[in-house]
């Protein structure tokens, strides 16, 4: 194994960690609703409210440390997984726990941003999006088990434990990436500026592209969330079988996520537009199919393979675009699309408990729906603003080369 290899597979780890936390309140939800005597929407928050700690947390730690040691900085994130964790496991009330999961979601949005950045660092520009599916491999095959495997483990043993595991396998984690990475990592030759952050925070293209991130990625939360309760109140499928339908679904999931490392190493807009597209078709299946046990399943099935089939694509393309404009700051960049990503989850999460309240549990994958066909109509507007700038560049190395010419001339 290279050296690359065994840094980008101690990062994939930390991710498997991290891939389980982010989804195992899907799967102890109602437990921990009812030890604390919360409604299912209240419960709902270890999820929402977890990715809203990633999105804001993570930019504003990326953004303080930016001056720091990658590596330390990335030992450290992981060290403040494992307390949150650890505190997590022994909360005394639904408020201290949901104070616990920001304080874990804060370490993951940092180590998130920066692992990105550091694994496209470390290769080709023609295999950042294949590098960055390897590394979000360790997220993905965490769906294929976390949920499932929480709903097991607190049926059995309560919803407490599981949490401790996690710590474990954050301690595990921070053993790997001590010794894989390299003690001087960079993702760009200098820190950024306050004027280069905020040059990157306004950048038209780039806001367009985060807003493309929670729309398309989040999409698929605004039902995912709430699967538990799908398939038991509208499918009719037994909670013991749930389970089983949830690894299915993460196994799917993963499948998903490799695909859209391979597409996306080509063309990551085109990519999107067609992965949202039929994203949404695949939402508003699963609508007409969760009646129907065979067809619900199939329909979950699609759901998961498309699920973070953009991810690749969406990570690789706002690293492009933060090189393109502002070198300096390709860690921000990275920090502010996780960001997205976990803002997509509390955008979907919310919009589906919205959904709930006033329409009912049945249509909250049609509001999935929307959510990716918006995601498709912003992508078509990005396209173009990708087709200017490349002109524009082209134009201005027209006329340096001739103004070069005419020097030498």
Not at 105 to 131: I, Q
Not at 256 to 283: V, W
Request: charged content about 10%.
């Amino acid at each position: 194994m290279s050296k690359t290899t065994f840094a980008l597979t101690a990062l994939a780890s930390t991710f498997f960690g991290i891939g389980i936390t982010e989804f195992i309140g899907v799967g102890v939800l109602p437990e921990i609703a009812e030890e604390f005597s919360v409604s299912t929407s209240t419960a709902g928050l270890i999820v929402s409210l977890y990715a809203l700690g990633v999105a804001i947390g993570g930019v504003l730690l990326t953004a303080l440390t930016s001056r720091q040691s990658r590596k330390k900085m990335l030992l450290a994130s992981i060290v403040l997984f494992i307390a949150g964790h650890v505190l997590t496991a022994m909360a005394p009330s639904f408020l201290t726990l949901m104070a616990a999961r920001v304080l874990s979601a804060a370490a993951h949005g940092l180590f998130f941003s920066l692992a990105s950045a550091v694994a496209v660092s470390m290769v080709a520009p023609n295999k950042a999006a294949g590098a960055v599916a390897f590394i979000f491999s360790g997220f993905t095959i965490a769906t294929a088990f976390a949920a499932p495997l929480g709903t097991y483990i607190s049926n059995m043993a309560g919803w407490r434990i599981p949490f401790f595991g996690i710590a474990l396998v954050g301690v595990v984690a921070l053993v790997l990436n001590k010794i894989a990475l390299p003690d001087h990592v960079r993702t760009s030759a200098n820190p950024p500026s306050a004027r280069d952050q905020i040059r990157l925070i306004t950048h038209p293209h780039i806001l367009l592209m985060m807003a493309v991130t929670i729309l398309g990625y989040g999409s698929t939360f605004a039902a995912f969330t709430y699967l538990s309760p799908l398939l038991t109140e509208i499918t009719g499928i037994e909670a013991p079988m749930v389970s089983a339908v949830l690894v299915m679904y993460g196994v799917t999931v993963a499948i998903g996520n490799t695909a859209g490392g391979r597409i996306g190493n080509a063309s990551q807009l085109h990519s999107l537009f067609f992965i949202f597209i039929i994203q949404g078709l695949i939402l508003a299946g699963v609508y007409f199919a969760l009646p129907y046990t065979i067809p619900a399943l199939i329909a979950i099935g699609l759901m998961g393979i498309m699920a973070f089939m953009s991810i690749p694509s969406l990570q690789s393309y706002i690293l492009i675009l933060a090189k393109r404009n502002v070198p300096s700051a390709v860690d921000l960049a990275s920090s502010l699309n996780i960001a997205s990503f976990n803002g997509g989850i509390t955008v979907g999460a919310t919009l589906g408990g919205l959904v709930i309240d006033h329409i009912g549990l049945a249509y909250t994958p049609l509001a999935a729906a929307a959510m990716a066909f918006a995601a498709v109509l912003l992508t078509l507007v990005s396209m173009k603003m990708e087709a200017r700038e490349l002109s524009a560049e082209r134009k201005q190395q027209v006329s340096c080369t001739a103004q070069t010419a005419e020097i030498t001339g």
